[in-house]
Protein backbone atom coordinates (compact mmCIF):
# COMPACT_ATOMS: atom_id res chain seq x y z
CA UNK A 1 0.00 0.00 0.00
CA UNK A 2 2.40 2.86 -1.20
CA UNK A 3 1.48 6.28 -0.27
CA UNK A 4 2.18 9.59 -2.09
CA UNK A 5 2.80 12.64 -0.39
CA UNK A 6 0.09 15.00 -0.74
CA UNK A 7 -0.34 18.64 -0.47
CA UNK A 8 -2.70 20.28 2.70
CA UNK A 9 -5.28 20.95 -0.05
CA UNK A 10 -5.01 17.58 -1.61
CA UNK A 11 -5.38 15.92 1.72
CA UNK A 12 -8.79 18.21 2.36
CA UNK A 13 -10.26 17.64 -1.40
CA UNK A 14 -9.38 13.63 -0.60
CA UNK A 15 -11.31 13.51 2.49
CA UNK A 16 -14.30 15.40 2.06
CA UNK A 17 -14.64 13.29 -1.21
CA UNK A 18 -14.64 10.06 0.84
CA UNK A 19 -17.22 11.72 3.25
CA UNK A 20 -20.22 10.98 1.46
CA UNK A 21 -22.76 11.82 4.34
CA UNK A 22 -20.79 15.08 5.27
CA UNK A 23 -20.65 14.52 9.06
CA UNK A 24 -17.15 15.78 9.25
CA UNK A 25 -16.11 12.12 9.76
CA UNK A 26 -15.09 9.00 7.88
CA UNK A 27 -16.38 5.82 8.96
CA UNK A 28 -15.28 2.31 8.67
CA UNK A 29 -17.17 1.88 5.08
CA UNK A 30 -16.29 5.50 4.01
CA UNK A 31 -12.31 4.86 4.28
CA UNK A 32 -12.79 1.54 3.17
CA UNK A 33 -14.37 2.83 0.14
CA UNK A 34 -11.80 5.78 -0.49
CA UNK A 35 -9.04 3.14 -0.27
CA UNK A 36 -10.18 0.16 -2.59
CA UNK A 37 -10.52 3.37 -5.00
CA UNK A 38 -6.45 3.44 -5.01
CA UNK A 39 -5.71 0.27 -3.85
CA UNK A 40 -7.93 -2.65 -5.05
CA UNK A 41 -5.86 -5.11 -3.63
CA UNK A 42 -6.07 -4.45 0.08
CA UNK A 43 -6.84 -6.35 2.34
CA UNK A 44 -9.06 -6.90 5.12
CA UNK A 45 -6.06 -7.01 8.00
CA UNK A 46 -4.37 -4.26 5.98
CA UNK A 47 -7.43 -2.07 5.99
CA UNK A 48 -8.09 -3.02 9.83
CA UNK A 49 -4.39 -2.30 10.80
CA UNK A 50 -5.04 1.46 8.52
CA UNK A 51 -8.00 2.04 10.50
CA UNK A 52 -6.98 1.56 13.91
CA UNK A 53 -3.43 3.59 13.05
CA UNK A 54 -5.90 6.48 12.00
CA UNK A 55 -8.49 6.46 14.40
CA UNK A 56 -6.46 7.65 17.63
CA UNK A 57 -10.13 8.92 19.00
CA UNK A 58 -10.42 5.95 21.78
CA UNK A 59 -11.70 3.65 19.40
CA UNK A 60 -14.52 5.56 18.39
CA UNK A 61 -14.49 3.74 14.87
CA UNK A 62 -14.51 7.44 12.95
CA UNK A 63 -11.99 9.45 11.89
CA UNK A 64 -12.12 13.16 11.98
CA UNK A 65 -10.06 15.32 9.41
CA UNK A 66 -7.28 15.69 11.88
CA UNK A 67 -6.50 11.96 12.01
CA UNK A 68 -7.04 11.37 8.45
CA UNK A 69 -4.15 14.06 8.19
CA UNK A 70 -2.11 12.03 10.89
CA UNK A 71 -2.49 9.22 9.65
CA UNK A 72 -1.80 10.32 6.47
CA UNK A 73 1.63 11.82 7.63
CA UNK A 74 2.25 8.76 9.31
CA UNK A 75 1.83 6.74 6.24
CA UNK A 76 4.22 9.06 4.04
CA UNK A 77 6.86 8.17 6.57
CA UNK A 78 6.57 4.53 6.55
CA UNK A 79 6.79 4.21 3.29
CA UNK A 80 9.71 6.75 2.96
CA UNK A 81 11.62 4.41 5.68
CA UNK A 82 10.69 1.44 3.23
CA UNK A 83 12.12 3.33 0.29
CA UNK A 84 15.69 3.84 1.97
CA UNK A 85 15.38 0.36 3.02
CA UNK A 86 15.43 -0.61 -0.71
CA UNK A 87 17.92 2.20 -1.59
CA UNK A 88 20.14 1.24 1.09
CA UNK A 89 20.09 -2.42 0.35
CA UNK A 90 19.90 -2.12 -3.70
CA UNK A 91 24.04 -3.14 -3.42
CA UNK A 92 24.76 -2.79 -6.99
CA UNK A 93 22.59 -0.01 -7.49
CA UNK A 94 20.97 -1.54 -10.22
CA UNK A 95 17.13 0.00 -9.51
CA UNK A 96 15.98 -3.68 -8.28
CA UNK A 97 16.87 -5.88 -5.13
CA UNK A 98 17.67 -9.56 -5.88
CA UNK A 99 17.26 -12.70 -3.15
CA UNK A 100 20.59 -11.46 -1.42
CA UNK A 101 19.58 -8.19 -1.04
CA UNK A 102 16.08 -8.90 0.31
CA UNK A 103 17.22 -11.60 2.65
CA UNK A 104 19.83 -8.27 4.20
CA UNK A 105 17.06 -6.01 4.26
CA UNK A 106 14.86 -8.81 6.52
CA UNK A 107 17.98 -9.65 8.54
CA UNK A 108 18.63 -5.87 9.14
CA UNK A 109 15.07 -5.75 10.62
CA UNK A 110 15.86 -8.38 12.89
CA UNK A 111 13.25 -10.59 10.83
CA UNK A 112 14.19 -14.38 10.83
CA UNK A 113 13.44 -16.11 7.54
CA UNK A 114 14.66 -19.42 6.18
CA UNK A 115 15.59 -19.63 2.52
CA UNK A 116 12.47 -21.32 1.46
CA UNK A 117 9.97 -18.45 3.42
CA UNK A 118 11.90 -15.79 1.24
CA UNK A 119 11.78 -17.82 -1.67
CA UNK A 120 8.36 -17.31 -1.18
CA UNK A 121 8.10 -13.67 -0.06
CA UNK A 122 10.49 -12.51 -2.90
CA UNK A 123 7.52 -14.32 -5.62
CA UNK A 124 5.04 -13.01 -3.90
CA UNK A 125 7.02 -9.48 -4.23
CA UNK A 126 7.74 -10.03 -7.86
CA UNK A 127 4.69 -10.44 -9.50
CA UNK A 128 6.32 -9.58 -12.86
CA UNK A 129 8.16 -13.02 -12.26
CA UNK A 130 11.60 -11.62 -13.28
CA UNK A 131 13.59 -12.43 -10.63
CA UNK A 132 13.72 -8.80 -9.33
CA UNK A 133 11.85 -6.73 -7.26
CA UNK A 134 11.67 -2.91 -8.24
CA UNK A 135 10.54 -0.12 -5.85
CA UNK A 136 7.63 0.15 -6.33
CA UNK A 137 6.95 -3.78 -6.14
CA UNK A 138 8.99 -3.64 -3.06
CA UNK A 139 6.42 -0.49 -1.54
CA UNK A 140 3.71 -2.62 -2.85
CA UNK A 141 4.47 -5.49 -1.20
CA UNK A 142 6.15 -4.15 2.12
CA UNK A 143 4.22 -1.05 2.44
Same mark, same amino acid.
Request: glycine fraction near 6%; charge should be negative.
Given at each position: ? $????? =?? /?????? #? ?10 ? =?? $?????? !? @??? /??? &? ?19 ? &? +???? *? ?8 ? *? ?5 ? !? *?? @??? $??? +?????? %???? %?? #? ?13 ? &? #?? =???? +????? &? +???? #? !?? $? *? =?
Amino acid at each position: M $AAQKL =SN /NEMEQL #FKKADKDGNGYL =SV $AELKFL !L @QQG /NKN &ITETEFNELFTLMDSGAGDKK &I +SYEE *FCAGLKKLEE *FVEECRQ !L *FV @QHD $ADK +SGFLDR %KELK %KV #FEECKFKFTDTEIDE &I #FK =SADP +SGDNK &I +SCEE #F !LN $A *F =S
